[in-house]
């Protein structure tokens, strides 16, 4: 079973950035479509962004323009820049496949606030 560590969440004002990176055990980057995933409280999950094996990206409304996917497939590590945070970005945030099909992390808490 592949393992995923999420990693680099913290407490960061508004108008900040964090980079949160996601850490398989196996090499899964280059051949899944990969997401990153956020929950709020009192929220579903929700995708947050995605990429696809050929690097093609999408992002969710709320965060285009100021979140940023990519992989290092070498690495088998996947990354989340976040610029322009705001509290709304307030989360526990997760990384799977699209859709998720691996057993989920533990997740890295982000909470923008002053």
């Known amino acids: 079973q592949v393992q995923l560590v999420e990693s680099g969440g913290g407490l960061v004002q508004p108008g900040g950035s964090l980079r949160l990176s996601c850490a398989a055990s196996r090499n899964i980057f280059s051949t899944y479509l990969m997401g990153w995933y956020r929950q709020a409280p009192g929220k579903q999950r929700e995708l947050v962004a995605e990429?696809?094996?050929?690097?093609?990206?999408n992002y969710a409304s709320s965060v285009k323009g100021r979140f940023t996917i990519s992989r290092d497939n070498a690495r088998n590590i996947m990354y989340l820049q976040m610029n322009s945070l705001s509290p709304e970005d307030t989360a526990v945030y997760y990384c799977?496949?699209?859709?998720?099909?691996?057993?989920w992390g533990q997740g890295t808490q982000v909470t923008v606030s002053s």
């Open positions: 990429v696809s094996s050929g690097d093609r990206t």
């Open positions: 799977n496949t699209r859709p998720a099909i691996l057993v």
